[in-house]
């Protein structure tokens, strides 16, 4: 379910013509969402609120599961050249065996508890080889690039 909030702000390229209207707060309850594939095998379900005036900013919520034989292979998150983006990962149940996040570079890296960049260093769940693993992934992401004064 995707709510909208407030008035729309028309957003407009760099040539000034208008591509694209978008709701200045927009709430997304996400259903979940299973990827079975050779780069993934995880369910998650995403939560995410999106302010967009006057700068870009988006925190995110998403509950994964990995079932026994369930995976992430390694890959980088993508964003836009001016945004960044910063994860907080609360292990809530560990695998028996496998499942274990590897980063290039973590910020915080404890058992449980996890800071780290997806769109600057690497990353990948290793395979979970018995049991499951159940994770709490809260996200921000931010843009600094000013955006075009409010129509309210």
Same mark, same amino acid.
């Given at each position: 379910?995707?709510?909208?909030?407030?008035?729309?702000?028309?957003?407009?390229?760099?040539?000034?013509?208008l591509?694209?209207?978008?709701?200045?707060?927009?709430?997304?309850?996400?259903?979940?969402v299973?990827?079975?594939?050779?780069?993934?095998?995880?369910? *998650?379900?995403?939560?995410?609120?999106?302010?967009?005036?006057?700068?870009?900013?988006?925190?995110?919520?998403?509950?994964?599961?990995?079932?026994?034989?369930?995976?992430?292979?390694?890959?980088?998150?993508?964003?836009?050249?001016q945004?960044?983006?910063?994860?907080?990962?609360?292990?809530?149940?560990?695998?028996?065996?496998?499942?274990?996040?590897?980063?290039?570079k973590?910020?915080?890296?404890?058992?449980?508890?996890?800071?780290?960049?997806?769109?600057?260093?690497?990353?990948?769940?290793?395979?979970?080889?018995?049991?499951?693993?159940?994770?709490?992934?809260?996200?921000?992401?931010?843009?600094?690039? *000013?955006?075009?004064?409010?129509?309210?």
């Open positions: 379910m995707k709510i909208d909030f407030l008035r729309v702000l028309p957003q407009r390229d760099e040539r000034k013509r591509i694209r209207k978008a709701a200045l707060v927009t709430i997304n309850f996400g259903k979940w299973h990827l079975d594939g050779t780069r993934a095998k995880v369910r *998650y379900r995403p939560f995410e609120i999106n302010i967009r005036w006057p700068f870009s900013l988006q925190f995110q919520l998403h509950i994964n599961e990995y079932d026994t034989g369930g995976f992430l292979s390694q890959h980088m998150d993508y964003i836009l050249e945004e960044r983006q910063y994860r907080i990962q609360f292990v809530t149940q560990n695998a028996e065996q496998g499942g274990m996040l590897i980063c290039e973590f910020i915080v890296n404890w058992r449980r508890f996890k800071i780290f960049e997806p769109c600057k260093w690497k990353h990948e769940v290793t395979p979970v080889t018995e049991g499951r693993r159940r994770v709490w992934n809260f996200g921000v992401r931010f843009a600094f690039k *000013y955006l075009s004064p409010s129509p309210i």
